[in-house]
């Protein structure tokens, strides 16, 4: 038995990796500011005797003995990271900086959630690792990627300057159950939209490709990282490699939904990359790690996921 500390283990990665890993016999502290994510992702562990729940904000220092940290707490949704970029950046710079001097204090194993978004509008395609990106610096999606390009950056310092044991996931675009329904990523708009037959809102033309990972792949891929017996630190790619057209998307979730929605377009968001797609070499070679789930089947769980949050409302 393990004790974890999961930040951001309210929202929708956080508390699917919470449940898996009290599932497996750990202890958990989930901790959580409760800015993108809720309590209903997590009410069901509540009153288990291995699981806490604290709520905080990782730009305060935080004290605990934990043997390892999955470090997770930053919105991810565009809508959201946005809402207030300077939290949004001080989150993964001082929260980072606060979570890598609790591993250095405790002897943790600390692992970054980093984001395909260090690639930015990306000039190779499909992203390996060693490619340093195409990021804007200065634009609306900065606070977030920068961000997160400094929490590279400070855990790979921190490992070199004091030996923390870090481990670097960079992960791509990611779905399934326990998403915010009002998160206002491209999963939850569309399906939403689709089952509340109302208007599919694309954005520009639609050309745009994002290659989506079933939750469950991803957690797969993120605790055998952080386990791994030779120490691999990454950065490491996790998603799916399944490229698809926004368009080419929102016509799927129609079909699965079997919906009467109309697509409409709307404008592009600056800076929106044009295309994104995982190579998983690395990540083959070394957590021996690829994900499993077919997009189909994933989006069934999610779609019924949502269609029970719909009728509860
Ligand atoms: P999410 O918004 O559902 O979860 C983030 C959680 O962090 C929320 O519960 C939120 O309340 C919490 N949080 C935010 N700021 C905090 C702070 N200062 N202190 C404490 N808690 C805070 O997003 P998610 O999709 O579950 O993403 C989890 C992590 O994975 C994020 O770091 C994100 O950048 C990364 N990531 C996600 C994706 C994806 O496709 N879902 C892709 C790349 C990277
Ligand atoms: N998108 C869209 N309609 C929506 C929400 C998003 O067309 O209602 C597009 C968005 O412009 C982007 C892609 O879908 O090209 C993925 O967006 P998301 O916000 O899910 O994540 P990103 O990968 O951009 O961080």
């Known amino acids: 038995m393990k004790r974890i500390l999961i930040t951001g283990g309210a929202g929708f990665i956080g508390s699917n990796l919470c449940e898996r890993l009290l599932n497996e016999g750990n202890d958990v502290i989930c901790l959580d500011n409760f800015f993108t994510g809720s309590k209903d992702n997590i009410r069901h562990l509540i009153g288990n005797n291995h ?18 940290i999955y470090n997770l707490a930053c919105p991810a949704s565009p809508p959201h990271y946005q809402y207030n970029p300077i939290k ?9 900086i606060n979570m890598l001097g609790l591993a250095k204090r405790c002897k943790a194993t600390i692992l970054q959630a980093s984001t395909s978004e260090v690639y930015g509008d990306p000039k190779v395609h499909p992203q390996t690792e060693n490619y340093w990106g195409n990021v804007n610096p200065i634009g609306i999606r900065s606070c977030y990627d920068e961000g997160k390009r400094c929490a590279e950056t400070l855990m790979m310092d921190y490992h070199r300057q004091n030996g923390v044991d870090i481990r670097i996931v960079r992960i791509f675009n990611t779905y399934g159950p326990n998403m915010d329904m009002n998160d206002g990523r491209v999963v939850s708009n569309f399906i939403i939209q689709a089952l509340k037959g109302e208007d599919i809102t694309v954005y520009g033309n639609g050309l745009q490709t994002r290659s989506f990972c079933y939750v469950d792949d991803l957690i797969e891929g993120m605790i055998r990282m952080m386990n791994n017996p030779q120490k691999f630190i990454g950065p490491v790619n996790l998603g799916n490699p399944g490229e698809r057209t926004i368009l080419d998307f929102a016509k799927m979730i129609i079909e699965m939904t079997d919906s009467k929605s109309k697509i409409i377009y709307k404008e592009l968001p600056s800076d929106d990359p044009m295309q994104r797609q995982p190579d998983l070499t690395l990540a083959k070679r070394e957590l021996d790690w690829q994900p499993a789930t077919d997009i189909k089947i994933g989006l069934e769980k999610t779609i019924k996921y949502f269609e029970g949050k719909i009728n509860n409302k």
């Open 51 to 68: 699981f806490e729940l604290v709520r905080h904000d990782i730009t305060k220092e935080f004290f605990a003995e934990v043997d390892q």
């Open 88 to 96: 949004t950046i001080k989150t993964s710079v001082i929260g980072v």
